[in-house]
């Protein structure tokens, strides 16, 4: 994951250390920093080795948090998101380079597809904060809860994430 602040200071962002997370709105003190550091320590609990709630953890987060991201980082995980939720693809990170490919392969003759950050209040009603504290099934539950939450915040570009999706399994499921 790239340095939030170098990323921000890239696009001219000030990132705020207090009061909610500018960018996915939770209920954080410390702003996006204790955003950040709340996803980077509950890392841990999706390393588990099975693929998908690492990726969907992350993809979430960072459909949340565009703004400190690379410019096609949402096409990245909004596709990713399409082919787990969507297709149940088990997601291994080998995966993730060959998407990458595809999807670099398809935006260089479609830079129209680019999908923009979405307003705060768009982007789904729960974050990385409603998984504090919960264990194990609820955990799990609540990700998944969350990660669909994000993944239909972005409704109106699933057809760019369905395209570069498809292009995906062509080439490396079939």
Known sequence: MQN?????QKKGLELKDYGRCQFCGSRT????????????????????GS???QFIFADAHCLQHSEVHGKWNNN????????????EIEWKYAKTSRLSHVLDQYKSSHPEILIPALPVQERGGLTVMDLI????KKL?????????DVYRSYDRYHS??????DLYIDEYER
């Not at 939030?4 to 921000?8: D, K, L, T, W, Y």
């Not at 799990?140 to 669909?148: C, F, G, I």
């Open 160 to 165: 760019s994430a369905k395209i570069v999706g």
């Open 51 to 53: 693929g998908v709630n």
């Open 29 to 48: 003190e410390g702003g996006v920093f204790e955003c950040f550091d709340v996803f980077n320590d509950m890392q841990i609990h999706f390393m588990d």
């Open 140 to 148: 799990e539950s609540m990700l998944l809860k969350w990660a669909n």
């Open 133 to 136: 504290g919960l264990k194990e």
């Open 76 to 87: 990245l995980h909004l596709t990713r998101m399409y082919l787990m939720l969507e297709k």
């Open 4 to 8: 939030i602040v170098r990323q921000a």
